[in-house]
């Protein structure tokens, strides 16, 4: 869409808001991530931060995000 980073985010960011999007994550590999991402769905949503990061070092996908929650 031709957007910047920051804005993409913040278009991002306008469309979820107040909603609530159900994905997985691609590529959880450490541990027993999905299964702890899935374990998210018992709380409220007031109650989760998710953070995601973007991890550009990483060696086989340089749009990898993290997600730290």
């Not at 994550?25 to 931060?49: F, P, R, S, W």
Request: overall charge positive; cysteine-free; charged content about 20%.
């Amino acid at each position: 869409m031709g957007l910047t980073l920051s804005e993409a985010f913040k278009k991002a960011w306008s469309i979820i808001k107040g909603r609530v999007i159900t994905t997985k994550v691609k590529g959880v590999t450490y541990g027993i991530g999905q299964k702890a991402l899935e374990h998210l769905t018992h709380y409220a949503n007031d109650e989760i931060t998710i953070l995601l990061n973007r991890e550009a070092a990483n060696l086989y996908d340089s749009n990898a995000i993290e997600v730290y929650t």
